[in-house]
């Protein structure tokens, strides 16, 4: 299915798409192939997992990290595919980031995942109410998940980049969807991953969102490509 | 004042020497009620605030050119050098007090059994340009707030022993007929009879709908119990009282007692009990408890 949107006088068309997701600027189409998002796919697991140990030695408990589905939508699109059953999620943690790749990055949970999440993490029973102690546990472990999947696209890139400080949103799905947009016209794309966090013995699905402009994936694009013919 | 602040004014962007930038460094050295501590790339510590010298009992001079990890080595057996490490490449971090307790020991705030101060921080990059030159850590204060939750979570406990101590099935009631808080007994009343599952406390399980569907289909207990709920719930009884009896393979009597919520407007407590054999069917204690 396509979604056309118009960005800077120019068709661009952004669709969830197997085997590759392509956009087409100025008529030329720009395409992520099957192998640079299995590569990518592949990069983000391999950071997902570094996280997962720090936080299995942090908890004193097995995590992992689900390998992540990924797909690029347009923002309005991506936005819409956080949404649960027509539902946006009910809390986020985002983090901006900036440099040769900029954009911001989103972790969305529902309140019952949120609140087992915490549960495992900590050891204690599920939180069936988020207070401030449960939010500080889950941004403190989305600002290690974002921080792990930016790095991994930035590192494809060979560019450097820097974070803004984490901020949570709770039942706030205008303010979430202001928050990665705001002030930044450019950013028109996002990066859809559907992941899940094991902790002792229970599955919790998240929901990760980088938005970033055509000239970041573009960047990225060209990144992952030696990559690939490294592997 | 800090006397390293000086040395920190070239690692700021270029922007007119109005002082504005001093003045910042000046209020977070002297005036913010947050530990800030500012290091270099060695971890040497730059900046020491006044906040940390009055928990921390280590003064500006004790401190400032001295590496983190040789002030407080627990932060290299505890992992937390690594954040540091994360941080220097440009990483920001959130230490959450619930999955740390502290980022270092300070001298406990509020009373209890806490030990140290218990903090949330945060430590991001300190960069001058694209380079990262040090980290800055800024830390909050917790503990009043820890010890309100572990005494909120200990009356919990206790509310929830004694309700699960009596041998009454209870349940707590919201406006709606929503099932909002159950007890042990009333768990294992609903689990035991099949025909009460839609009882358990579960999201969506709504005590007058089932009682509605019932009546619906013909039980007049379940009608009268319908109306009692809901006239407490209206507040138009203080008290709602019934036997009833349940056929099985042999005839049980039970009596439910309804009640308003003390101290609310419109949640009821339930409850119901096993008898030996009924003494009237029914009860109604009216507004004025005659």
Redesign the interface.
């Known amino acids: 299915m396509y979604h056309s949107i118009i960005v800077n006088s120019f068709p661009v068309v952004g669709f969830a798409c197997v085997p590759g997701d392509e956009l087409y600027r100025n008529g030329a189409p720009m395409i992520i192939t099957d192998t640079q998002r299995k590569s990518l796919v592949e990069l983000i697991a391999i950071a997902f997992t570094r996280t997962a140990a720090?936080l299995s030695?942090?908890?004193g408990a097995q995590v992992s990290v689900g390998t992540p589905k990924l797909r690029v939508l347009t923002l309005a699109d991506a936005l819409a595919d956080l949404s649960e059953a027509g539902r946006p999620p009910d809390l986020a943690v985002t983090?901006r980031f900036s440099?040769v790749l900029a954009g911001t990055s989103v972790l969305a949970l529902d309140v019952q995942s949120a609140g087992l999440l915490?549960g495992l993490?900590?050891g204690e029973s599920p939180a069936t109410r988020l207070?401030?102690?449960?939010r500080?546990?889950l941004?403190?472990v989305g600002?290690?998940l974002l921080?792990a999947c930016v790095?991994t696209l930035s590192s494809v890139g060979g560019a450097?980049?820097?974070?803004?400080?984490?901020q949570f949103y709770h039942a706030a799905p205008e303010l979430l969807a202001r928050a990665v947009a705001d002030g930044a016209p450019d950013l028109q794309l996002g990066m859809v991953m559907g992941t899940t966090l094991q902790v002792r013995g229970h599955t919790i699905s998240a929901r990760m969102l980088i938005v970033i402009s055509l000239a970041t994936l573009d960047h990225i694009a060209r990144g992952i490509a030696p990559v690939a013919v490294m592997q | 004042m800090n006397r390293e602040l000086t040395q920190l004014e070239p690692a700021a962007p270029a922007r007119p020497a109005d002082g504005f930038d001093q003045a910042i460094l000046q209020w977070l050295a002297g005036t913010t009620n947050q530990g800030v501590i500012i290091t270099d790339r060695q971890l040497r510590v730059r900046l020491w605030n006044a906040w940390l010298e009055a928990h921390s009992g280590f003064t500006v001079d004790e401190v400032v050119g001295r590496e983190l990890q040789s002030l407080f080595p627990e932060l290299v057996r505890r992992?937390i050098d690594?954040y540091y490490r994360s941080v220097l490449?440009?990483?920001?971090?959130?230490?959450?007090?619930?999955?740390?307790r502290y980022l270092i020991p300070l001298a406990p705030t509020a009373d209890g059994d806490l030990g140290v101060m218990r903090q949330?921080a945060?430590i991001?990059?300190l960069?001058a340009g694209?380079a990262v030159v040090g980290t800055v850590t800024i830390i909050q204060d917790?503990s009043e707030?820890?010890l309100y939750?572990q005494t909120v979570r200990e009356r919990e406990r206790f509310t929830d022993a004694v309700l699960n101590s009596l041998p009454e099935a209870v349940a707590v009631i919201g406006y709606g007929g929503a099932i909002l808080a159950v007890n042990a007994a009333w768990e294992q009343l609903c689990v035991a009879q099949r025909e009460l599952r839609a009882l358990t406390h579960d999201p969506g399980h709504n005590y007058l709908e089932f009682c509605r569907q019932a009546a619906a289909a013909g039980d007049a207990t379940a009608r009268r119990a319908l109306d009692g709920i809901t006239a407490v719930m209206e507040r138009l009884l203080t008290a709602f009282t019934m036997e009833y009896v349940c056929q099985g393979r042999e005839e049980r009597w039970y009596r439910m007692d309804v009640v308003p919520l003390a101290g609310d407007t419109e949640r009821v407590v339930v409850m119901h009990r096993p008898i030996s054999r009924p003494r009237c069917s029914c009860s109604e204690i009216p507004l004025d408890g005659r």
């Open positions: 720090s030695t942090l908890v983090q440099g915490v993490l900590t207070n401030e102690a449960s500080e546990v941004l403190e600002t290690s921080s790095n450097r980049v820097s974070f803004a400080a984490p | 992992g690594s490449q440009g990483n920001v971090h959130v230490l959450s007090q619930r999955l740390h949330h945060s991001a990059p960069t694209d917790v707030r820890v939750e």
